[in-house]
């Protein structure tokens, strides 16, 4: 299903989640991706967005650099990679997406937001539409 454009009903859940690298490595507009999120969660209803904070930066590159010789993903192009963004040869890219970052994406909803960094590790997204 295309993650920009849900084919379920608005409200039609309590709980959505989109975890890690979906917003960070689907390929899609992160903004068109939450409030397609939002849209077919309830009112009342949790969106629950991560990503693997900043201050996680050189664990997860050493996780790309060991997954892509067990051919788990295509092997890393040090030309275009650069701190919050791997790229790979095969044509896959991820990024980091910061608190700012979603506070930046999150500004127009209407919604509550709440966004915390835990552990250095990860950075949650919480939206609560209304």
């Known amino acids: 299903m295309d993650a920009v454009n849900l084919g379920f009903q608005d409200g039609a859940f309590?709980?959505?989640?989109?975890?890690?690298?979906?917003?960070?490595?689907?390929?899609v507009?992160?903004?068109?991706?939450?409030?397609?999120?939002v849209r077919v969660t309830k009112s009342g209803g949790t969106v629950l967005f991560s990503s693997y904070s900043d201050s996680f930066w050189e664990q997860r590159l050493t996780w790309f650099e060991l997954r892509s010789p067990e051919g788990l993903l295509g092997e890393i192009d040090y030309t275009q990679t650069t701190r919050g963004v791997i790229v790979c040869k095969d044509g896959f890219r991820t990024s980091t997406?910061?608190?700012?970052?979603?506070?930046?994406?999150t500004s127009h909803l209407d919604a509550g937001v709440d966004i915390t960094?835990?552990?250095?590790?990860?950075?949650?997204c919480v939206v609560k539409p209304r």
Not at 97 to 105: Q, Y
């Open 97 to 105: 997406v910061t608190a700012a970052e979603f506070r930046a994406l």
């Open 29 to 37: 507009d992160k903004r068109s991706l939450i409030d397609d999120a």
């Open 117 to 124: 960094e835990v552990d250095q590790s990860s950075v949650f």
């Open 14 to 27: 309590d709980c959505t989640f989109c975890v890690q690298n979906g917003i960070s490595a689907f390929g």
